[in-house]
């Protein structure tokens, strides 16, 4: 098992003014893919920090992966303090400083002084093809000549002998490595510190996140000589709690005999997300180990599952209801305006989405969606949902409406406040409805009556039974 | 500068499951005292890993706060591994195990057995008293007779008295040191290993957050020999950005000659959170230093400040609201929703959010709050959103209503789609509004008009001009 290490580095992440979250990001991410991290450091922008925290990783990992540390400001050490960690000199990498002059005056714009730090790269750093898969450039030293090595592309040549004032003083031997960054100017690099390969990433999560997929993982997978196909299926659902859904898929994994289908769950209340990692020597072969655990899973969870890989249940709805030329119209009260807030603002959402009221108080619900007439009083029912929901149908004319109407229990918040949820989803012809109590204060109220009222509109609209019994209920 | 390091154990933690909040909580919280993390290191439910981290940090630091596996499960190693490490025996903590007992007895359940475990800690910890002052008890053997030392608070005494079976086989030397946890079961302590003095807290976050300011914090400061009188002061604004901010409040700490005044900053678009930090030999004394800066940083920031410490711009407006025995309504496009859920269902909300409609079609706008006849054709301008807010109080009654209207830029998300806000807000008798132009993609033209409509609501309640330029504007 290959051991992999992970380094961040910023004073912003070290003393929490920006919660961590690209640590969690790479993690997971190798996690979907075989591989896991086995330790972690945070340093600061402090150089002594910084090369203590190489050399110690370089110590007991065999890939280590850096985080931060790239950006222009003298606070940004990465370069330097690998250099340093390596003990090798730092080389101005000529290909991508032109990249970047080529970023800057895409824009419009000069590059600062400054950012030339960014090309400055340890000299044994490998220079790797970049994404659109052709060779980077180098230069290099033989014998007495100094002999430019440049790519085959041609828009990349010319940028290179473009470059303004022809700084071309980079020396890199054949096995420096660039990580590409198409969009952004922090270069991330690799480079072999101690017994680890070093692999340097800019802090910028979206920048992180495209290096990390297009050209890390498939570096690490190559290194620890895993077959290299891998596939991530993912379940999302509502309603069944980790271990409830763990003892209902027991023994899935075991349909593939050979241990390579792994199982495994992210829960983030109400959602819970149930993973399937797959290994196979290509494509095809996972594909038929997935498949046989695939169709049972979803035997499984039936219809509790919401959604698969990217889809959430938000676009689950909204494409429900675009395929029947349908439209939309939401009443809450207690949940206050975050059902429609997961809808309303998507792509496409304006030709569905109709309307949506909100009150805290029955009366005010009555007066909104005209049943001026009903009394306000009495305890809440599923009836009084229906009522609302077919009423508000009416009034905005939407083929849907779905009218999610919330008792909440009186006094402070604590953690066993709970709330009486009724629900109802009414159309020109009928109307369906469901009454729940969930327990547990009232944020847990809230954001379960939410995904509740999500998940029965997309029950009804996969012609599924609106009411099935959630873990998450109390009798 | 006393050296201090977190350890983060947990492997939901290290592979990504658990985004680490609890790290960035610490870090922050010891930030606004004055101290500061140097290190930061994460490391699974793994023996090897966790011992080895525990010596590292012991060589580098003067304190180290350990954060998780305090549970009862055989993969919660912190108490084990940390007397391995310490190499003195693990004992049973007797207070701590009667504490346990009652924990569950109160909730009518019987303990289960391996909570027992979390009740065992290393030789050499040492007690601490609880949070409620008073001195924890602890068992020693003096020659041949075993000594029960027991808390001089009457139902402390009571609850080791009657601890089932009276388990009484601890012997904790003078030094051991328990850190209460008052809400929960695991137990938290305090241990030196190397040069540092180790605290070991559980993952549960809002156990750690209690644990951290109760106690931790002040045995740092303690610790550090550093005045021990430290006030944090945090305004919050909109529409200034975290460098412009900066230059406003440029020389605002000289104020204070002898440095005792530190500036910070903490961006979360839309707000920006401003932090002076004050050291002083006592209360009075910070107070004395605070007075003068305070007083500076309201008059240069002024209208801007939406709220300070930890009041939130959705309780300054509702708290304007209900002091003046108002009560609002809300129209809404784009944002979806997602105003009124930043206020309706907090405490007391009920009181004074009337209702708030969400439509993405100007015509459906003006069908749900009365305005029928009005042409929902050509620009959007600020007389829409002021004959939208004026229907929409006259049609609930209300004594204020806000209206949001945002004119979203065609075509797919890109880094400069924009948004053209309209917003206005309507008494009986007059009516405010604005029109401004943002920049930045579909989620960042949201996100700032909920704030902008929250924040210009503020801003008339509080007499001050709805309209002043902010930065994220453009022309």
Request: glycine fraction near 8%; hydrophobic fraction near 40%; charge should be negative.
């Given at each position: ?16 003014k920006?919660?961590n979250?690209?640590?969690?990001y790479?993690?997971?991410?190798l996690?979907d893919?075989g ?9 600061g922008d ?5 090369l203590?925290?190489?050399r ?24 330097e ?17 032109a ?13 600062p ?5 960014q090309?400055m ?12 898969g ?8 033989i ?8 790519p085959g592309?041609?828009?990349e ?24 960054n ?26 992180l ?19 290299t ?21 027991r023994?899935?994994e075991?349909?593939?005999p050979d ?8 829960a ?9 990692t797959?290994?196979?020597?290509d ?35 909204l494409?429900?209801?675009a ?12 949940t206050?305006g975050a ?5 309303a ?23 909104a ?6 009394s ?7 009836e ?6 077919r009423a508000?149908?009416?009034q ?8 999610v ?14 709330g009486?949820?009724?629900?109802a ?7 369906a409805?469901?009454?729940s109590r969930?327990l ?12 509740m009222g999500?998940?029965c509109?997309?029950r ?11 873990d998450f209920?109390?009798a």
């Amino acid at each position: 098992m290959m051991r992999i290490e992970i380094i961040c580095t910023g004073d912003e992440v070290l003393t929490g003014k920006i919660v961590n979250t690209n640590f969690s990001y790479i993690s997971q991410k190798l996690e979907d893919v075989g591989l896991s991290v086995r330790w972690e450091t945070t340093v600061g922008d402090d150089r002594e920090s910084l090369l203590r925290a190489l050399r110690l990783a370089g110590e007991r990992a065999d890939a280590v992966i850096v985080n931060g540390g790239l950006g222009p400001t003298v606070d940004d050490l990465s370069q330097e303090v690998a250099a340093q960690a390596a003990r090798v000199e730092l080389v101005l990498n000529d290909e991508w400083l032109a990249r970047m002059e080529e970023f800057f005056r895409r824009r419009s714009r000069v590059m600062p002084p400054n950012n030339r730090k960014q090309a400055m790269l340890p000299a044994t750093a490998e220079v790797i093809d970049n994404p659109i898969g052709t060779a980077c450039g180098f230069a290099l030293d033989i014998g007495q000549a100094r002999f430019f090595f440049t790519p085959g592309v041609p828009r990349e040549l010319h940028r290179m002998l473009e470059a303004p004032n022809n700084r071309k003083q980079a020396m890199l031997p054949a096995t420096a490595e660039v990580i590409d960054n198409p969009i952004g100017t922090a270069c991330g690099f690799a480079l072999d510190i101690g017994q680890a390969r070093f692999f340097f990433t800019p802090g910028v999560p979206r920048e992180l996140h495209r290096m990390l997929e297009e050209q890390i993982i498939p570096r690490l997978l190559a290194k620890s000589g895993m077959q290299t196909a891998i596939v991530l299926k993912r379940f999302h659902s509502y309603g069944l709690g980790e271990s409830h859904v763990d003892a209902l898929l027991r023994g899935v994994e075991e349909l593939v005999p050979d241990g390579s289908v792994k199982l495994g769950f992210r829960a983030h209340y109400p959602q819970l997300e149930t993973k399937l990692t797959v290994r196979g020597t290509d494509t095809e072969d996972t594909r038929r180990k997935l498949a046989p655990v695939e169709r049972e899973v979803r035997k499984r969870l039936g219809n509790f599952i919401l959604s698969e890989d990217d889809a959430t249940l938000e676009g689950v709805v909204l494409a429900g209801l675009a395929s029947r030329q349908g439209s939309l119209s939401i009443v809450e009260t207690f949940t206050s305006g975050a059902i429609a807030a997961r809808l309303a603002h998507l792509p496409g959402a304006d030709k569905v989405f109709c309307r949506a009221v909100v009150a805290r108080a029955l009366g005010e619900v009555y007066a909104a969606v005209g049943l001026e007439g009903a009394s306000a009083t009495g305890e809440l029912t599923r009836e009084t949902a229906e009522a609302v929901a077919r009423a508000a149908r009416r009034q905005t004319h939407a083929t849907h409406a779905l009218a999610v109407l919330i008792d909440l229990d009186d006094g402070a918040d604590r953690i066993d406040l709970g709330g009486t949820i009724c629900l109802a989803i009414a159309t020109e012809h009928e109307v369906a409805s469901r009454r729940s109590r969930i327990l547990g204060g009232r944020e847990w109220v809230r954001l379960g009556a939410v995904e509740m009222g999500l998940d029965c509109l997309r029950r009804y609209l996969q012609n599924l039974p609106v009411y099935e019994r959630i873990d998450f209920e109390k009798a």
